[in-house]
């Protein structure tokens, strides 16, 4: 008999991309997660269409429906565990979630956050990325904390910045690499290849590269 795969659902809030890469990810023989939920704050979210094209059940919980951020927090909490669910991956969910969520599913919420943290934590990184000056941006996986976008992190993607980029080309480099290190760390959490251990991430086995990437290359 297969095993049975990790549930996992994804929250959203629009057109949902890293939630399609996670959906196509998980289309693959032996790719340890399954895409069971998908809900979003917002009835309009693009991401709900592209779920249900793949056959995955959507819900909409609506925070403007509402009366304070605990009840719709405890009408998600209610939807998620009703869909026996192991992992949740927030993927453009614009709803910071409060401590008593996190603490409700500790250790089981996962992010994707548009840079190199702990550097630029919060919004509008790619702006500050380049008013820094730096050389390499990128993109983190990371275990959701109370504190935002602090928690353990899973996997990272580094990529150039180049001398003529603006906040949207380097968004859209960024976002590639998103693409790329979503789906590979949620199957390592998936199948226990990486477990949280004592407040770090940690790997069963990590091949080393076989040289460190320099950004710019010179002559």
């Not at 709803?95 to 500790?106: G, I, Q, T, W």
């Not at 990486?194 to 940690?202: H, I, P």
């Amino acid at each position: 008999m297969a095993a049975s795969r990790t549930r996992v659902a994804v929250l959203v809030s629009g057109r949902g991309s890293n939630m399609a890469a996670l959906i196509e990810a998980a289309k693959a023989p032996g790719y340890p997660a399954e895409i069971a939920l998908v809900v979003s704050n917002r009835p309009d979210a693009g991401a709900l269409k592209t779920a249900a094209d793949a056959g995955i059940e959507t819900a909409v919980i609506d925070h403007k429906a509402f009366g304070s951020k605990a009840d719709f927090e405890a009408a998600v909490a209610e939807r998620i565990e009703a869909a026996d669910i192991t992992l949740i991956c927030l993927a453009g969910f614009m709803r910071v979630l409060s401590a008593s969520f996190v603490e409700r599913f500790a250790g089981r919420i996962v992010n994707i956050h548009p840079s190199l943290l702990p550097s630029y934590k919060g919004l509008d990184t790619h702006e500050r990325a380049l008013a820094d000056g730096v050389r390499l941006h990128g993109c983190s996986v990371h275990i959701v904390s109370a504190e935002l976008d602090a928690g353990p992190i899973v996997m990272q993607a580094a990529v150039p910045v180049l001398s003529d980029d603006t906040p949207q080309t380097l968004a859209a480099r960024v976002l590639r690499s998103e693409h790329v290190i979503y789906p590979r760390a949620l199957a390592a959490l998936a199948d226990g290849s990486a477990r949280l251990v004592d407040g770090k991430v940690l790997f069963d086995t990590q091949a080393a590269p076989a040289e460190p990437l320099i950004w710019p290359t010179i002559g």
